[in-house]
């Protein structure tokens, strides 16, 4: 069984990440676990009676449970089983805790952030997932995306790096819900490969040899956002994904200012694998 973390505020960003995950996953046994994380500052904490408190968790309790029978009805699927959770602590300490408690496969938010600005690549919780879980991969899914059978799957390397099978477990049981095909990006830099990064190329082919992959070396003639995107048009690509590794792309990314996460909005879903 498949167990799946969906953090939800009850936003339209969230029920859309939640109804792509259950059409992600109609033909895979899972249990979906629902949480939701209502932190309050120590500040107004102090201003509340302990009455008005409990019936704050009390109200979040009842709009979980009202989520998880919309759900039922909308996702007629004997297959899948859910549960809610409710914590009054921060969100990414709650995932945390869920992950480790009920051995979390997949973490799935969406990527629009609470006040909805365009210019935001990811909002500041899917941000700060991405940075804080260690253990799990997220998957983040723009605003409003319609659920397409992922037959390509991206996975974007400098080869810098050395991919171990744990890392690539996650790409590969992605790959084996509906056997999609995998193909790997590679940014040229310069103009060829050194040893370390020949080594980790043919690692990665051995560890890909039982799917259908491609490699794809992409003339480094725009920023890497620009690339990113031209591969995923002209591949058809239905899910990105990258590793995480501390400075990489994605960390570099998350620590850009504003203004220049303009270029890197991202039309599909995004699944950060950690290292």
Not at 87 to 92: E, F, K, T, V
Not at 171 to 184: F, G, P, Q
Not at 187 to 211: H, P, T
Request: aromatic share 10%; hydrophobic share 40%.
């Amino acid at each position: 069984m498949t167990n799946i973390l969906l953090p939800t505020d009850f936003s339209e960003n969230a029920w859309s990440a939640i109804i792509y995950t259950l059409k992600l996953y109609k033909n895979e046994t899972c249990r979906f676990y629902l949480l939701n994380s209502a932190k309050l500052k120590a500040s107004r904490m102090a201003s509340f009676s302990n009455k008005l408190l409990t019936t704050m968790q009390e109200n979040a309790k009842n709009d979980l449970l009202h989520l998880k029978e919309r759900i039922e009805k909308t996702n007629a699927n004997n297959n899948h089983e859910f549960e809610v959770i409710m914590s009054i602590g921060s969100l990414d300490d709650a995932i945390e805790a869920c992950v480790a408690k009920y051995s979390i496969d997949l973490i799935v938010m969406g990527t629009k952030g609470a006040t909805g600005a365009k210019e935001i690549l990811f909002g500041s919780n899917t941000s700060k997932i991405f940075k804080k879980v260690k253990n799990c991969p997220v998957l983040a899914v723009p605003n409003n995306y319609e659920f397409v059978v992922p037959n390509q799957i991206g996975f974007s390397s400098d080869f810098n790096r050395f991919c171990d099978a744990k890392e690539l477990h996650y790409l590969k049981k992605l790959a084996d819900l509906y056997n999609s095909k995998i193909r790997v990006m590679h940014i040229n830099e310069k103009e060829r490969l050194d040893e370390n990064q020949e080594n980790n190329a043919d690692i990665l082919k051995q560890y890909l040899k039982a799917y259908e992959h491609s490699f794809h070396w992409i003339p480094n003639y725009a920023s890497k956002a620009t690339s990113i995107h031209d591969f995923i048009d002209e591949l058809g690509i239905d899910i990105l994904a990258m590793i995480n590794y501390s400075h990489s792309f994605i960390d570099s990314m998350l620590r850009e200012p504003v203004i220049k996460k303009i270029a890197f909005h991202l039309k599909v879903p995004f699944l950060v694998i950690p290292e």
